[in-house]
């Protein structure tokens, strides 16, 4: 995760919602205790082991306000909310860093889910 710079990754079922995340915070202690020796192990099998945050802590629908996304950006203290439909189906992501920099420039609409 570190060399291609990713923190955090999203965890879906097999019909793509949103389960929850897995972050390199969840990750140190296991790989500190040898757990990459088991890294053939099945998502599904690994993820009961960690503590993660469930799917609706981190998801916001495309249809909430920004202000409510923010809002919860700062209520989670999360650093990414992860986009979802109507059936929790993992649709984006948006980091704090892109929430921030859309706001920065109105009339940018690269971060913008149509």
């Known amino acids: 995760m570190e060399s291609y710079n990713i923190s955090g990754l999203p965890v879906v079922d097999e019909k793509f919602r949103l389960v929850g995340q897995i972050t390199a915070a969840h990750l140190r ?3 500190a205790n040898g757990i990459e ?6 998502v599904k099998q690994f993820v ?9 802590s981190i998801a916001v629908k495309t249809s909430t306000p920004v202000k409510d ?4 950006f700062v209520t989670t203290k999360s650093h990414r909310l992860y986009l979802v439909d109507g059936e929790q189906m993992l649709i984006g992501v948006c980091s704090l860093k ?13 971060h913008v889910v149509d």
């Open 48 to 56: 009961p082991h960690l503590s993660i945050q469930s799917g609706s």
């Open 69 to 72: 996304m923010i809002a919860k």
């Open 29 to 31: 202690p296991f790989l």
């Open 98 to 110: 892109n929430a921030l920099q859309s706001m920065m420039d109105p009339m940018s609409r690269a």
């Open 37 to 42: 020796k088991r890294l053939d192990v099945p």
